[in-house]
């Protein structure tokens, strides 16, 4: 399985618009993030978990030419405001998108892309099937999936165990039964949203309290803020099996 990181900003990406801070204006290309968002691919199957305002230029960017099914964390606009630009993969595919989401999360999806569900539809609107995401083990062709409940703040958000790989964004907590879940993870995506404490989303210390209990053998932070510094200075601070993800970093699973 292969796993690529299309974006791991936070809500305003980086450079955040008319920011003048050192990380805003660094030139390293790992400094420039998109909205969070991760592609896994097994063999022709190919999933994107959450399709920010970043979505055209992370499929642009890969050269994404087939797309089988969505999986939607929660209803952030950093994580589904690109959802109209599914209208290419309809076109050549001649299908709705999959969309796998949560009951609540299908139910913003209505209000807020009001237009593609409407009965009489404007031509050439993205056409998506919904489809019911429950806390219990799916697959979507060769790809196993298993939903684990964190919370954010107060919102319950869904991360994902693909096999030896899982992906958790958007939280500050996890309960003990859903940590279980992740024992045997080899490879971890983890929110690490800055150094100082959120009330809706992990801080540093937070993420690697956490990777520490469920001990991958590699851990890399996502959904970063610009207050998080630099890439090459916070790999400086950060124990030898957790890295900064950066746009574009791919993993072999
Ligand atoms: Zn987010
Ligand atoms: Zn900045
Ligand atoms: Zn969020």
């Known amino acids: 399985m292969r796993v690529t990181l299309l974006g791991t900003g936070t809500s305003q990406g980086i450079p955040v618009i008319a920011c003048k801070c050192d990380v805003c204006r660094s030139d390293d290309s790992k400094d420039k993030r998109l909205r969070s968002a991760i592609m896994i691919e097994e063999g022709a199957t ?4 959450d399709v920010g305002p970043d979505f055209r230029q992370q499929m642009l960017r890969h050269e994404v030419d087939n797309l089988n099914a969505i999986l939607l964390t929660h209803e952030h606009a950093d994580h589904i405001f690109g959802l109209d630009d599914i209208r290419s993969f309809n076109w050549l595919q001649k299908s709705p998108m999959d969309v796998y989401c949560e009951e ?15 009965v009489n539809k404007y031509p ?11 806390n219990k ?10 939903p684990i409940r964190v919370y954010h703040h107060r919102l319950p958000v869904y991360g994902f165990r693909f096999g030896r790989f899982a992906y ?23 929110c690490a949203l800055r150094k100082a404490p959120h009330i809706s989303h992990l801080n540093l210390l937070g993420a690697l309290e956490l990777i520490e209990k469920i ?35 791919v993993l072999e699973i």
């Open 46 to 49: 190919r999933i994107v978990v």
């Open 104 to 118: 609540r999360v299908q139910k913003n999806l209505k209000s807020i892309f009001k237009y593609v569900f409407d």
């Open 124 to 134: 050439g609107t993205p056409q998506m099937d919904l489809i019911d995401l429950e």
């Open 137 to 146: 083990e799916f697959s979507i062709g060769p790809v196993n999936i298993i």
């Open 168 to 190: 958790l964004t958007d939280f500050n907590m996890i309960e003990d039964q859903e940590i279980d879940k992740l024992i045997g993870v080899e490879t971890l995506v983890i």
């Open 215 to 249: 001990a991958p053998r590699k851990a890399f932070l996502t959904h970063m803020s610009h207050e998080m510094g630099k890439h090459r200075d916070l790999i400086k601070d950060l124990p030898s099996n957790v890295e900064p993800g950066y746009d574009g970093l």
